[in-house]
């Protein structure tokens, strides 16, 4: 557990997920959740938690962003807000 | 100012950076327009939710929950050896699995070498089960673009409403 | 307006009334929290008896598969069921056979690896890397004893392999590797193997999901190895409906349904 790694860590968390939920081109917002879950498998790697992480990283990370780059690109990619 | 840091902002700061992603998460469930805005607040929402519990289980020094020596460590002081892994020569410093004769957690419990195992298993469910439906979410969401031509929550409830002043 | 002025107000309450329950945690990495080590005076918690007692009952070092595998099988089992039923839902939802739809935006169809001579790197790289893939995820399955791993994470990378494939190429090419029908099967299938090793022990006369009742089929010494060999099938009837479950996912989402054009 060391402070000074978590303290960076979770403040790039919350900056993620706020510009995730904020930009309006769709795409960057899938690519930048990606970019979240590996930060979250990093975080729960340093804890002690190495099962969890290989599970995020493969599924949040990996086929959770693809999952929504695909329904991205079937449907708008823009959004209003 | 360095005590006010080491009691108050030490201990929890992490679970105030959980509550603040678990909020981040929420507004944008509700507040957002666009329907996979709300899916991807949701599945932030899920993630906070996962680290808190796994963070219940760290324990300061502690290794992985995967045991190394496994012949060392789980038979203390028993040979090791082709009569070894025999469950009625456990050492008599080991006491029957019972709760209430087990040792009270004293200091130094060899236990406190690993993590705790249990919130990992628990939250390892949570995962796989949040990306399965996150998936019927997704298909959901292809199936209203299909039918109204948008992901507008505003446009939709217009769409609808006119849908059924018309029938 | 209205939303979001009401999201802001409750997410403020929820958010300051969470801040204060958060004062009452144990610190956060405490050994002695009643999570880790239970209550004083009281009963330890169960976390102690897995890591003290559970290798030599199950034989397997890693404390997260035999906890999930074997002491919580029954919470996995039915995981298993509703990532099945998940697909079968997303099935239900969007598949149309038939139908041509060409609707508003039409999903584009490349073609295929084998025959384009444009996207040759990408046909080339793809073919080297899915081999690679899959056979670390089948070690990664195989080695969950011993090892961070298991069959979730190995079920997934041998789906994210097949994805890999559709990305590169073209739906059909991965199709023609893992059809429809063959992932609809793997998967039942899956869910059949778990289920099967549950009911076997009831009827050698044991409890559901009891593997130590398995000694006498799987031919071990004791009722531990029965245990860690029952895992390891576990973990494979996991492998196999996760694998075809998230590429089903994945091939009903990027076609819209038809399996016809698609990423």
């Known amino acids: 557990m060391i402070l000074s790694f978590d303290i960076i860590i979770l403040i790039f968390l919350i900056v993620a997920a706020i510009i995730s939920l904020n930009v309006k081109d769709l795409l960057s917002s899938a690519m930048i959740y990606g970019i979240y879950g590996f930060l979250i498998c990093l975080l729960w790697a340093e804890m002690g938690a190495v099962d969890v992480a290989f599970t995020e990283a493969t599924v949040g990370a990996g086929v959770s962003t693809v999952l929504f780059i695909a329904t991205i690109l079937n449907t708008r990619r823009k959004s209003s807000d | 100012m360095v005590e006010f840091f080491l009691n108050t902002v030490k201990p929890h700061f992490n679970f105030w950076v959980y509550v603040i992603l678990m909020m981040v998460g929420l507004w944008s469930l509700i507040a957002k327009n666009n329907l996979i805005k709300k899916m991807m607040g949701l599945a932030i929402f899920q993630t906070a939710i996962i680290l808190f519990y796994v963070s219940l289980g760290v324990k300061d020094g502690a290794t992985i929950p995967v045991l190394e020596h496994y012949g060392d460590y789980a038979e203390k002081a028993e040979p090791a050896g082709p009569d070894a892994s025999k469950p009625a020569s456990k050492p008599a410093s080991k006491p029957a699995p019972n709760p209430a004769s087990m040792p009270a957690p004293a200091a130094s419990n060899p236990a406190d070498a690993f993590a705790n195992p249990v919130p990992h298993v628990l939250m390892l469910t949570a995962i796989v089960v949040g990306v399965a439906t996150l998936g019927v979410a997704l298909a959901l969401c292809e199936m209203i673009f299909k039918e109204f031509d948008t992901l507008e929550e505003d446009e939709l409830l217009r769409k609808i409403k006119a849908l059924h002043d018309d029938a | ?263």
């Not at chain 3, 199950?58 to 099988?73: E, G």
């Not at chain 3, 392999?161 to 991965?174: P, Q, T, Y």
């Not at chain 3, 059809?179 to 050698?204: C, D, H, K, N, T």
């Open chain 3, 1 to 263: 307006m209205n939303p979001k002025i009401f999201a802001s107000i409750a997410v403020v309450i929820t958010g300051l009334v969470l801040l204060y329950g958060v004062s009452d945690f144990p610190t956060f990495g405490d050994p002695r929290s009643p999570a880790n080590s239970g209550v004083e005076g009281g009963a330890p918690s169960t976390s102690l008896y897995y890591i003290n007692e559970s290798y030599s009952a199950t034989k397997v070092p890693n404390l997260v598969t035999s906890v999930l595998a074997d002491y919580r099988s029954y919470d996995t089992m039915f995981e298993t069921v509703v990532v099945f039923a998940a697909g079968m839902a997303i099935f239900a939802i969007l598949r149309c056979v038939g139908k041509d739809d060409g609707a508003v935006v039409a999903p584009q169809r490349k073609s295929s690896i084998d025959g384009d001579h444009n996207r040759i790197i990408v046909g080339m790289t793809c073919r080297l890397a899915v081999p690679v893939v899959q056979i670390f995820a089948l070690y990664v399955i195989a080695h969950g004893h011993y090892s961070p791993g298991g069959g979730f994470q190995g079920g997934v990378m041998l789906g994210a392999s097949f994805i890999l494939i559709a990305l590169a190429g073209n739906l059909e090419d991965a199709l023609s590797r893992l059809s429809e029908r063959s992932y609809m099967a793997l998967a039942a299938l899956g869910i059949l193997i778990y289920a099967g090793f549950g009911v076997l022990p009831q009827v050698l006369g044991k409890n559901f999901l009891d593997y130590g009742a398995l000694q006498k089929i799987l031919l071990t010494d004791g009722p531990e190895m029965a245990r860690s060999h029952s895992m390891l099938g576990v973990e494979i009837g996991v492998a196999l409906t996760v694998m075809s479950i998230m590429f089903a996912i994945f091939a009903n989402l990027s076609s819209r349904g038809t399996l016809k054009g698609g990423l």
